[in-house]
Nanobody
């Protein structure tokens, strides 16, 4: 139903910043939350952050709180993840996702219904 496209990944040195964008194609009926997940090779998928489409409320994993910022872009159906002070342990494939459930710990823990293909973020030390 929903198609999500991430962009902005690449190579960055430790301490640097990177901005990821996610665009939902067409109309996204029933979608109330969008968020970001990440998965490093050999590690479990981790919920990073989510944002309510309607009111902009946000939730962050403790691991990225104060380091990453999620926001709705000026354009409709677009969500941005600003990543600062990047560390090698932030290296992962980052996935954009969307769901109809509230933004919070639940969706970050259990996952969402719709997923993008992912974009690789590599932080060198």
């Amino acid at each position: 139903q929903v198609q999500l496209a991430e962009s902005g990944g690449g190579l960055v040195q430790a301490g640097g910043s990177m901005r990821l964008s996610c665009v939902a194609s067409g109309r996204v009926p029933g979608t109330t939350v969008m968020g970001w997940f990440r998965q490093a090779p050999g590690k479990e998928r981790e919920g990073v952050s989510c944002i309510s489409i309607s009111d902009g409320s946000t939730y962050y994993a403790d691991s990225v709180k104060g380091q990453f910022t999620i926001s709705r872009d000026n354009a409709e159906n677009t969500v941005v993840l600003q990543m600062n002070s990047l560390k090698p342990e932030d290296t992962a494939v980052y996935y954009c996702a969307a769901d109809k459930n509230p933004c919070g710990l639940g969706v970050l823990y259990h996952g969402m219904d719709y997923w993008g293909e992912g974009t690789l973020v590599t932080v060198s030390s």
